[in-house]
């Protein structure tokens, strides 16, 4: 793991990490999650712009080059009654 790198897991890992995460933040009502990858050429960390949906490629958003996404990481949004809040997922 290179330092400062967040680290990524395999897609069925990553899969139910995020729905135990959705589960354990009130539920899919409340809770999105927002796939993330490593581009495979510049290393840019991109974010799915659609929730709860991890994509066999994602296009990076600084050099368009198209990623197979093998492995992933996600950011959990939540939103009830005591506002907006981001996770990364260690905290969910
Ligand atoms: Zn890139």
């Not at 999650?33 to 066999?56: D, H, I, Q, S």
């Not at 005591?82 to 905290?91: D, F, Q, V």
Request: glycine share 10%; with cysteine; net charge negative.
């Amino acid at each position: 793991m290179a330092e400062g790198k967040i680290k990524d897991f395999p897609r069925d890992m990553v899969i139910e990490m995020a729905e135990s995460a959705i589960e354990k933040n009130g539920g899919p009502e409340k809770a999105k999650v927002f796939f993330k990858f490593y581009c495979e050429v510049c290393g840019g960390r991109c974010t799915f712009n659609e929730p709860n949906e991890l994509f066999e490629t994602g296009i990076c958003y600084k050099c368009g080059h198209e990623t197979v996404v093998n492995e992933a990481g996600f950011m959990v949004i939540i939103e009830d009654r005591n506002g907006r809040r981001t996770l990364t997922e260690a905290e969910a």
